[in-house]
């Protein structure tokens, strides 16, 4: 028999509203002994007194909803209890709940994987539930909603249902060559081949768009020691994230902060002072992990100190390119009205009063647009849907140039099951628990 699971379906901690979720064949008999009524029409809202089934003690009165199988989030019975927050009301829920019999506290993601197993969801709408709990920014919430509502998983079972069309045409050669059939029947396959091979194509040239809006643009401060590049990340952080000193040296590691740039999420790091000559071997390695830094960032804030005008930091000025924006520092000490550092345009600001902040965050965000702003296109959002799709495509060269159908038709199906694991189609049991156990209980 199917276990019963059961686990807070909301953040743990003191809160206005607590949610405990039940699923599986006992969640009803769980609910009618903690309530001792009738159970409630199914989808009908009825509050109700929870009462320990054992003491009779009163827990809480709670707004509970129950779902018939099919028709819940598992594809299960389901029982949804909406409890007040209070940590003495959800423990005893929860330990009354332990005590029945046939039910179990779910493993994390258990709620999701069960959901999968029914059909409720495919893998790539799974991985969905759990990016849109992630989400801390507009854009990541509207990934992530665009994937659970199924579109990245409509587009992969498209393109294998053409593969399917194509494989029989290929197969129809091979199994009746002797028939009367019309000439050149696996011959219609190869421009579907190579038009999916194309998209697919398309589609992984997306410079990582999707994988970096789950995770957050990374953006770099960069500069000579002193420059004033932890000032300016305090003041874009609005908080006092690194010390500032006017000793050189200070910043001896990598600092990060996670903010918000027009709905777009963005790793920002300080990063130790560039110079030749270091103080000792802890700023040394400082340096070090400050340039690896600045050659893995999506962006780069090169910071010049306006009061050393017209001299610039040599460090800094190598790491100029098109994926930096530059920026003039201290312009409230001196006023250095210069449109351009090193050839290139900057920015002028003053992280100490604040003039220009805007300007260079406007700039930041029009960086970071440019950089996860998608086509309209679904985007692939794991590196597991990116190997998968290399897999699909490298197979599908494979068939168009293979000197018989029979090696043609292998290749072809070797892409169709390329596709079908993204989603959960084919070969996904060594996939549910990496999928799986990174999953909040609840989910």
């Not at 040296?249 to 002072?273: F, M, W």
Request: charged share 30%; glycine share 8%; aromatic share 4%.
């Amino acid at each position: 028999m199917i276990p019963t699971i059961f686990a807070l379906a909301t953040a743990p901690g003191r809160a206005g509203v607590a949610v405990v979720r039940v699923s599986g064949p006992a969640s009803g008999d769980a609910l009618a002994a903690l309530t001792g009524k009738p159970l409630p029409k199914p989808r009908m809202a009825t509050l109700v007194r929870l009462r320990d089934p054992k003491t009779g003690e009163a827990l809480d009165d709670a707004l509970v909803l129950r779902f018939a199988a099919p028709r819940s989030f598992t594809g299960e019975d389901v029982v949804e209890l909406y409890l007040h927050g209070g940590r003495a009301v959800v423990a005893g829920v929860v330990e009354a709940l332990s005590a029945l019999p046939d039910l179990r506290v779910a493993e994390p993601g258990e709620f999701t994987r069960r959901a999968f197993e029914n059909g409720k969801l495919d893998l790539t709408e799974a991985e969905a539930v759990a990016d849109l709990v992630d989400a801390e920014t507009s854009a990541q919430r509207r990934q992530a909603l665009r994937q659970m509502e199924g579109a990245l998983g409509k587009l992969y079972d498209g393109w294998r249902e053409r593969l399917t069309r194509s494989l029989a045409h290929i197969e129809a050669d091979i199994d009746f060559s002797d028939e009367d059939l019309p000439s050149g029947v696996s011959d219609a396959a190869r421009p579907v081949l190579d038009a999916l091979a194309a998209e697919i194509d398309d589609h992984l040239d997306d410079r990582g768009r999707g994988e970096r809006l789950r995770e957050g643009l990374h953006i770099a401060i960069v500069g000579a020691p002193n420059a004033g590049k932890s000032s300016l990340l305090n003041a874009l952080a609005r908080r006092e994230a690194a010390i500032v000193s006017a000793r050189a040296g200070t910043t001896r590691d990598v600092i990060e902060v996670h903010l918000d740039l027009g709905g777009y999420p963005v790793v920002l790091a300080d990063t130790a002072g560039l110079r030749e000559a270091a103080a000792d071997e802890v700023e040394e390695e400082g340096i070090r992990r400050a340039l690896d830094r600045a050659a893995r960032a999506d962006v780069k804030v090169a910071v010049f100190d306006a009061t050393a005008l017209p001299a610039l930091d040599p460090a800094t000025v190598a790491l100029l390119d098109k994926d930096t924006v530059v920026v003039l520092n201290k312009t409230d000490v001196v006023d250095a009205a210069v449109p351009t550092v090193g050839g290139w345009e900057a920015v002028a600001v003053s992280a100490r009063t604040g003039a220009g902040l805007p300007e260079l965050e406007r700039r930041l965000t029009a960086f970071t647009a440019d950089r996860l702003a998608g086509s309209g296109a679904p985007a692939l959002t794991r590196a597991r849907h990116r190997s998968a799709l290399e897999e699909c495509r490298d197979a599908l060269r494979r068939a168009l140039t293979a000197p018989l159908p029979e090696l043609m038709a292998e290749d072809v199906r070797l892409a169709s099951r390329a596709l079908g694991r993204i989603t959960g189609r084919v070969d996904v049991e060594d996939l549910l628990d990496v999928i799986f156990r990174d999953f909040c209980i609840g989910k």
